[in-house]
């Protein structure tokens, strides 16, 4: 099994940046393809991003499509989403999720997940 821990969530004005971490342990984090969604009050669990186990490939939303950025350090056991012209409707609860196998239809998938984080608020304000 594997354990992940996000931070960097806050209060943030809109057009500004954040970046969020998420931090494995128990496991290689480059066993698997790790993924970032998210949830705000009342709506369903909404894909962000996905990246690939050795990083050469990445997945976004069309939400946050040219704004988020998904990366990894696998030797650090980290994935990062850096968060940039945040808007209000991005305020939610940010996951990080890892995946053992899927593949590129199911990245989306919330199910596809094996493990997933606690989770880190992030508020955009107007």
């Known amino acids: 099994q594997v354990q992940l821990v996000e931070s960097g969530g806050g209060l943030m004005q809109a057009g500004g940046s954040l970046r969020l971490s998420c931090l494995a342990s128990?496991?290689?984090?480059?066993?698997?393809?790790m993924g970032w969604f998210r949830q705000a009050p009342g709506k369903a669990r909404e894909f962000v991003a996905h990246?690939?186990?050795?990083?050469?490939?990445?997945y976004y939303g069309d939400s946050v499509k040219g704004r988020f950025t998904i990366s990894r350090d696998n030797a650090k056991n980290t994935v990062y989403l850096q968060m940039d012209s945040l808007k209000p409707e991005d305020t939610a609860v940010y996951y990080c999720a890892a995946a053992r196998w899927i593949t590129t239809d199911q990245v989306v998938e919330p199910d596809r997940y094996n493990f997933w984080g606690q989770g880190t608020q992030v508020t955009v304000s107007s």
């Open positions: 990246i690939t186990w050795g990083g050469g490939v990445t």
């Open positions: 128990g496991r290689t984090l480059g066993d698997y393809a």
